[in-house]
C-alpha cells in the first residue's frame, strides 16, 4: 500500500478507502485488515484511521462491530447522495439516473416557486437569468444557470428543496467540463431556461412545471450526446 501524504492525512485516506470500495477492490460484505495492519500499510496512526473510518461509516460505506471488525456495507442500499460524485466519476452511467431525479425534482420546484415565490424573489430570478445572456464562454454560462436553478429552489420556501439542488449539482461536478454542450451558445442557453422564469414570475404552477420538464429534457439530450451515452 502506498504511504499518503500528511498534509491532508484525513481526506486522503477517506478517498483512497472509498475508491477501493467503490471500484470493487474492497467488495461488499468483506473485512477490512485488522486496524494495526491497514494503519502501518498506509503510514497513518490509528486515530487517523478512525477518523477516516467514522465518515465512511456515515456514507454507509462501512460498519464497525466492536469485537468483530469493519465490513464494507451495501452502499447502493445504505449509501446517501453524497457518493454521487464519486460514482459518477467511476461509472458516467449514472449520469443517466441522474437525469431522471433531476426531471423530476426540477419540475417540482418550479411549480413550487410560481405558487410560493415573493415579488423580490422573482426580480433575483429575472437578474439571473439575464446573467445567463450575458455570460461569455461555457463555463461562466453553465454556472449562471446553476445559480438561477438555486434561486428557483429557494423561491419554495422550503430549503429541502435547495439542498435537493445542490446534492443534484454536486453530483455530476465531476463530469462537468464535459457536461458544457447546452452552455456554449449564452443566447440559445437563455432561451431555453427563460420559459421557466417567465412562468414562475407569472406564477403559473402548471406552465412552470411543463417549462422545467421541457428545459430539463432538452439539456439532458444535448449533455449525454455530447458524451455518447443515448
Not at 439542488?165 to 457536461?179: E, G, K
Request: charged share 25%; glycine share 10%; with cysteine.
Amino acid at each position: 500500500m502506498e504511504i499518503l501524504p500528511r498534509e491532508t492525512i484525513v481526506d486522503a485516506l477517506e478517498m483512497r478507502l472509498r475508491e477501493d470500495i467503490l471500484t470493487g477492490r474492497r467488495p461488499t460484505g468483506s473485512y477490512l485488515p485488522p486496524e494495526r495492519e491497514l494503519a502501518d500499510g498506509y503510514g497513518v496512526t490509528r486515530t487517523t484511521l478512525k477518523h477516516a473510518f467514522g465518515r465512511l461509516v456515515q456514507a454507509g460505506l462501512l460498519e464497525t462491530r466492536h469485537g468483530v471488525g469493519t465490513r464494507v456495507r451495501d452502499y447502493a442500499r445504505l449509501g446517501g447522495a453524497d457518493l454521487l460524485p464519486m460514482l459518477v466519476r467511476h461509472s458516467p452511467g449514472w449520469l443517466g439516473e441522474i437525469f431522471e431525479v433531476r426531471r423530476s425534482i426540477g419540475a417540482l420546484i418550479a411549480g413550487r416557486a410560481a405558487e410560493k415565490g415573493t415579488a423580490a424573489q422573482r426580480t433575483e430570478l429575472r437578474e439571473l437569468l439575464a446573467d445567463v445572456a450575458a455570460a461569455e464562454g461555457g463555463d461562466p454560462v453553465q454556472l449562471a444557470d446553476v445559480e438561477v436553478h438555486r434561486a428557483l429552489a429557494r423561491a419554495t420556501g422550503n430549503r429541502v428543496y435547495t439542498l435537493l439542488t445542490n446534492t443534484l449539482f454536486n453530483a455530476y461536478v465531476p463530469m462537468r467540463a464535459h457536461l458544457v454542450g447546452p452552455f456554449l451558445d449564452p443566447e440559445a442557453a437563455h432561451a431555453r431556461l427563460a420559459p421557466v422564469v417567465e412562468a414562475v414570475c407569472a406564477g403559473d404552477g402548471a406552465a412552470a412545471r411543463a417549462a422545467a420538464d421541457a428545459y430539463m429534457s432538452a439539456t439532458e439530450r444535448i449533455m449525454l450526446d455530447g458524451l455518447g451515452l443515448e
